[in-house]
T-cell receptor
């Protein structure tokens, strides 16, 4: 019964570098969400998976952001050619069953700093 | 477009006080509303989930109410303790969405011993 885990917890990248952020949802959870939280703000939705299918990516801020969940469990959020405005905490959440009404459980987040 | 507002942005109270945090949302077409707690450098901990058909939920010293028609929710904390110090976020799930949450900016609570 572990909760949602994310790695790394902290990442410093130089502008222009690519980064990959990992999310391990609660075992058996169908739905997986990624959110971006800028300093002093509430989290903002990035993308949603139901099992391995990415059903909504409307929140991804640019084509530099890419997410995958190939086997319906672990998910990776990749940011290419990082920019300073990408500095934020990236939160992952999962829920079961895969309905819009389900309670979401959040991981501790990855704090990304782009220098 | 759904917008969520939380007032006040920050609140400081002495230990033992009862307090109320406010959340308002612009579109009443929601599946549910959720209150979270966020400690510095940590993720979000779910406190209470109120489905759209419900009026309130209680957990220990916490009570959350929902008035969907007026677009308001309150989180009531009884007998506050220093350990309650954190940022409290409310979020709604818009009806018709896949479940993605729309968050307010949070209320930063400080309970002084």
């Amino acid at each position: 019964g572990a909760g949602v885990s994310q790695s790394p917890r902290y990442k410093v990248a130089k502008r222009g570098q690519d980064v990959a952020l990992r999310c391990d949802p609660i075992s058996g959870h169908v739905s997986l969400f990624w959110y971006q939280q800028a300093l002093g703000q509430g989290p903002e939705f990035l993308t949603y998976f139901q099992n391995e299918a990415q059903l909504d990516k409307s929140g991804l801020p640019s084509d530099r952001f890419f997410a995958e969940r190939p086997e319906g469990s672990v998910s990776t959020l990749k940011i290419q050619r990082t920019q300073q405005e990408d500095s934020a905490v990236y939160l992952c959440a999962s829920s079961y069953p895969g309905t819009a009404k389900s309670e979401q459980y959040f991981g501790p987040g990855t704090r990304l700093t782009v220098t | 477009k759904q917008e969520v507002t939380q007032i006040p942005a920050a609140l400081s109270v002495p230990e033992g006080e009862n307090l109320v945090l406010n959340c308002s949302f612009t579109d009443s077409a929601i599946y549910n509303l959720q209150w979270f707690r966020q400690d510095p450098g940590k993720g979000l901990t779910s406190l209470l989930l109120i489905q759209s058909s419900q009026r309130e939920q209680t957990s220990g010293r916490l009570n959350a109410s929902l008035d969907k028609s007026s677009g308001r929710s309150t989180l009531y904390i009884a007998a506050s303790q220093p350990g309650d110090s954190a940022t409290y976020l409310c979020a709604v799930t818009p009806r018709g969405s896949q479940g993605n949450l729309i968050f307010g900016k949070g209320t930063k609570l400080s309970v002084k011993p």
